[in-house]
C-alpha cells in the first residue's frame, strides 16, 4: 500500500469520516487533532500515529501494524477511568488512533501551573488511576509509560474532575513479543522502574513503580529521581533505586515507600494500591472509598478542586495530553533527554509572611507610634 501526501489541516476529511478541526496536541510520534465524527455527530481525538511520505513501504507496513496493535489493546480496555480507542482509520495509508474526546489538561501540564498538589488530590487522581490499571493488568495489558503527561483531569462541565488515563502506544498483552528485544529501553526515564533501566521486561510491579513515581510528582513537585540534565546519571539512579525520601506526602509517604520498593517482588499489587489509595483519600474526604473510585476529584468541602477548572473548551495540549512523549533508545547509548521539570518554584511554606502581612505590620506600627505622640501631647497639655 502507498500513501500519497495529505497535510493534516483545519476541515480535511479523514477516511472520510472525520472532519479536522484543530490541532490540540503534539508529540514525537505524531500529532492530534480535534475532530468530529461525520457519522455519528460527536467530536473526538485523532491522533497520527507518524507520517508515512519517504518512509519504505516496509516500513510503512511496520507502522500501520503498530498503530493497529496499540488499538486492539486500548479497545480491550474499558474502563471509566482510561481514555476510550473508538477506531483506528486509515487516510492515504496513514493510520489514525480515533479516541474519546475530553477537554482536559494532563497532570504535568497542571503541576507546570500550581506546583504540587496536596496528599488528598494526589490520593483521588492515585487511586482512579491505578482502579484503571487494575482492570488493564486484568485483562493482560501492560502500560510500560505511566507519568503526569498520560493523566488527563477534565476542566469543564459536565466532566469537571474526571481522571483518565492515555496513551497505551507502547502498551503490550503480557506475554507478547517485546519487538524492541532486551537492548532496547523504551519509556520516560524519571518514571522507570529500576528493573527497567537495567533492561528488564516491563511487568504488573513495573506499573506500579512508575505509578509510585507519578504520585511522588504530584506532592514533591519533581521526580523521585530528579530531573538530571545527565541522563547516564538519571538512569544510574534508577536502575540503583536512589531515590530522595519524599518530604511532603503526608498520609501518603507509607504507600509511596511501598510502591517504590526496590524488589519487584515486594511491591504491592495495583489493585492493593487502590484499595490503600482510595482508604486514604475517603478518610479525608469525608467520602467512602466507592465514591472515591467512581466520583470526580472533590476538596473535603466537596467542591472541585481549582486547579482542575481552569481549562477552555478546546485547549491547546502540550506533549503528553493524548500525544506521545517518551524515547525508544537502545542501551547502553542512552542517547535521551531527561524530562523537563514539570513544575513552577514551590510556593513559600505555610507561616512564611506574605506581602498583606507584611504591610499590616507596618500599618499596626505606625498606629502604635501615633497613639504614643497623642498621649504624650495629652500630658504636656496638662
Request: cysteine-free.
Given at each position: 500500500m502507498t500513501s500519497s501526501t495529505r497535510i493534516p489541516a483545519p476541515d480535511l476529511l479523514l477516511a472520510g469520516r472525520y472532519r479536522l478541526r484543530s490541532r490540540i496536541g503534539e508529540g514525537g510520534m505524531g500529532s492530534v487533532w480535534l475532530a468530529r465524527d461525520q457519522r455519528l455527530n460527536?467530536?473526538?481525538?485523532?491522533?497520527?500515529?507518524?507520517?508515512?511520505?519517504?518512509?519504505?513501504?516496509?516500513?510503512?507496513?511496520?507502522?500501520?501494524?503498530?498503530?493497529?496493535?496499540?488499538?486492539r489493546v486500548a479497545v480491550k480496555?474499558?474502563?471509566?477511568?482510561?481514555?476510550?480507542?473508538?477506531?483506528?482509520?486509515?487516510?492515504?495509508?496513514?493510520?489514525w488512533l480515533v479516541m474519546e474526546y475530553m477537554p482536559s489538561r494532563s497532570v504535568a501540564e497542571i503541576l507546570h501551573t500550581v506546583g504540587a498538589l496536596s496528599d488528598v488530590d494526589a490520593a483521588q487522581i492515585g487511586a482512579q488511576v491505578a482502579a484503571a490499571m487494575t482492570t488493564a493488568h486484568e485483562a493482560g495489558i501492560i502500560h510500560r509509560d505511566i507519568k503526569p503527561g498520560n493523566i488527563l483531569v477534565a476542566g469543564t462541565e459536565p466532566d469537571a474532575g474526571t481522571v483518565k488515563l492515555t496513551d497505551f502506544g507502547i502498551a503490550h498483552f503480557k506475554g507478547d513479543d517485546v519487538d524492541e528485544g532486551t537492548d532496547v529501553i523504551t519509556g520516560t526515564p524519571a518514571y522507570f522502574a529500576p528493573e527497567v533501566a537495567r533492561g528488564g521486561v516491563p511487568a504488573e510491579p513495573s506499573d506500579v513503580y512508575s505509578l509510585g513515581s507519578t504520585i511522588y510528582t504530584m506532592v514533591e513537585g519533581q521526580p523521585p529521581f530528579g530531573a538530571d540534565e545527565d541522563t547516564a546519571a538519571l538512569l544510574d539512579r534508577v536502575a540503583r533505586a536512589q531515590i530522595r525520601p519524599p518530604s511532603r506526602a503526608g498520609a501518603l509517604h507509607q504507600v509511596l515507600l511501598a510502591m517504590l520498593t526496590p524488589s519487584p517482588s515486594k511491591r504491592p499489587s495495583m489493585a492493593e494500591v487502590r484499595d490503600w489509595l482510595a482508604a486514604i483519600a475517603a478518610a479525608a474526604t469525608r467520602s467512602t472509598p466507592d465514591r472515591i473510585l467512581t466520583g470526580r476529584l472533590r476538596r473535603p468541602d466537596g467542591a472541585i478542586?481549582?486547579?482542575?477548572?481552569?481549562?477552555?473548551?478546546?485547549?491547546?495540549?502540550?506533549?503528553?495530553?493524548?500525544?506521545?512523549?517518551?524515547?525508544?533508545?537502545?542501551?547502553?547509548?542512552?542517547?535521551?533527554?531527561?524530562?523537563?521539570?514539570?513544575?513552577?518554584p514551590v510556593p513559600p511554606a505555610p507561616g512564611t509572611p506574605s506581602g498583606w502581612r507584611k504591610h499590616r505590620s507596618l500599618v499596626i506600627s505606625g498606629v502604635i507610634v501615633l497613639g504614643l505622640i497623642a498621649i504624650l501631647a495629652l500630658i504636656v497639655a496638662l
Open positions: 460527536r467530536d473526538v481525538a485523532v491522533k497520527r500515529v507518524v507520517a508515512l511520505d519517504g518512509v519504505s513501504a516496509e516500513g510503512a507496513e511496520r507502522i500501520r501494524e503498530k498503530a493497529l496493535h496499540e488499538g480496555l474499558a474502563h471509566r477511568n482510561a481514555v476510550a480507542v473508538h477506531d483506528v482509520a486509515l487516510d492515504a495509508g496513514t493510520p478542586p481549582l486547579w482542575a477548572l481552569t481549562t477552555p473548551q478546546a485547549p491547546r495540549m502540550s506533549t503528553g495530553s493524548y500525544s506521545r512523549s517518551r524515547v525508544t533508545t537502545p542501551l547502553p547509548s542512552q542517547t535521551f533527554a531527561a524530562p523537563r521539570p514539570l513544575v513552577a
